[in-house]
């Protein structure tokens, strides 16, 4: 078996973090949701968001990071906030349309795919053949998981998954885009920028929206456990994976998320997975251990 290089296990670490935390934000932001509108969720949870990194980046004494930012990269944050924007909300009208979260986290490993795409397009990331027959054995659990019962194509998947495919292709975007500009400004800085912008979506959609502040105070704990994994820790571990190992690499550790997503869901809410979400599951496995195994060097043949 291949050694992993020095400080790649650093962005596997990371990688694991985020995936875990983020598989969290699946369930919490499904139960914040069920309690309050739309508007009401983006206003606290991007809130809380913003100010946990805020705080974070003010704590680390790395502010100067900001006055540092030059108009081409200040440009760049711009436009990665408007991607930003789309994706997350995308994501929790999926999260709020598809009444398992872990439906909706399978679904979502239509990531990996985009990512890969765009990463040997934009970053002549390369992928083997049996990395991309584990890529496939992944996604056919996940469409397996999905599906809806219905053969007719207006019906085949669950209601939802068209926001699952735009937040994933955004999502693959903006990983992308992080991964070719990581050394020109901190994770930490990329993470503000994002919460900072949808934050300021979410200010106006609110006021706009007419609804009220005040929310359970159940709805504010989901909330706040969601912005703390989800937003926080879990984005800036994937940030910061992406500075020790490629954009592909890191996402094929997210791909195992809907497992964690299962069992989170199954002790949060005491629903079991159906059968069709346990095979989809089981598959998905197999074909991220295929992936990970391909690149740890397993199937490669020694020489002498």
Do not use: C
């Amino acid at each position: 078996m291949a050694e992993i290089k020095s400080e790649e296990w650093k962005g596997y670490a990371y990688a694991i973090t985020g995936t875990i935390a983020f598989s969290s934000l699946y369930v919490f932001s499904k139960a914040g949701l069920n309690q309050v509108e739309l508007a009401q969720f983006g206003l606290y949870y991007f809130g809380m968001g913003f100010l946990l990194n805020l705080i974070f980046i003010l704590g680390s004494g790395k502010l100067d990071q900001l006055r540092q930012l030059t108009p081409k990269i200040m440009g760049l944050l711009v436009l990665l906030g408007a991607i930003d924007i789309v994706s997350n909300i995308t994501f929790f009208m999926a999260i709020q349309a598809i009444p398992d979260p872990s439906v909706t986290s399978f679904l979502g490993n239509l990531f990996p795919v985009f990512l890969s795409l765009l990463g040997i397009t934009f970053l002549k990331e390369r992928f083997t053949l049996i990395e991309a027959m584990g890529a496939m054995i992944a996604l056919s659990g996940a469409f397996a998981i999905s599906y809806s019962g219905d053969l007719s194509w207006s019906k085949f998947f669950i209601a939802g998954t068209g926001f699952v495919v735009i937040n994933t292709l955004f999502a693959a975007t903006v990983s992308v885009i992080v991964k070719k500009n990581v050394h020109k400004a901190s994770p930490k800085v990329f993470n503000l920028n994002s919460n900072g912008w949808i934050f300021l979506f979410f200010i106006f959609y609110f006021v706009h929206s007419g609804q009220s502040v005040e929310i359970p105070v159940t709805a504010f704990r989901n909330i706040a456990l969601g912005a703390f994994f989800g937003s926080f820790i879990g984005l800036l571990s994937f940030f910061y994976s992406y500075r020790y190992i490629t954009a592909s690499r890191s996402s094929i550790i997210q791909s195992v998320k809907g497992i964690f997503v299962l069992i989170i869901a199954w002790f949060f809410f005491g629903n079991l997975p159906l059968p069709v979400q346990l095979w989809g599951g089981s598959i998905t496995i197999a074909g991220v251990l295929v992936m990970t195994f391909s690149q740890a060097g397993v199937f490669r043949k020694k020489v002498g």
